[in-house]
Nanobody
């Protein structure tokens, strides 16, 4: 199993940037697909970005494509979400998550299809991101 702890959230003005971090403990991250999700009160949790175990395929939701970037450092057991050109509608609690898959799943269509909250097994506690002037 893997335990996840997010950090890096906060208050930022529109157009600003933040980098979220998610540190894993337990098993190595190289065995897991990773993802970032977000949720606002009264709405369902939604996918932001997911990345395959080998980092060969990455999915971004349309709302963040071109502005956000997901990455990982397996040696540091850390997942990152770089968020640029932030908008007020990006305000949410952001969660990192991990999905253990038997065998490497690297094709984009599967990574995209699996990038839904009910698929991911392990979750952090979330970090608040508020975009406001």
């Amino acid at each position: 199993q893997v335990q996840l702890v997010e950090s890096g959230g906060g208050l930022v003005q529109p157009g600003g940037s933040l980098r979220l971090s998610c540190v894993a403990s337990g098993a190595g991250l190289e065995y897991y697909a990773i993802g970032w999700f977000r949720q606002v009160p009264g709405k369902e949790r939604e996918a932001v970005s997911c990345r395959s175990q080998s980092d060969g395929s990455t999915y971004y939701s349309e709302s963040v494509k071109g502005r956000f970037s997901i990455s990982r450092d397996n040696a540091r057991k850390t997942v990152y979400l770089q968020m640029n050109s932030l908008k007020p509608e990006d305000t949410a609690v952001y969660y990192c998550a991990a999905l253990y898959l038997v065998g490497v799943v690297d094709d984009f269509s599967t990574v995209q299809r699996l990038c839904v909250p009910k698929t991911y097994q392990f979750w952090g506690q979330g970090t608040q991101v508020t975009v406001s002037s």
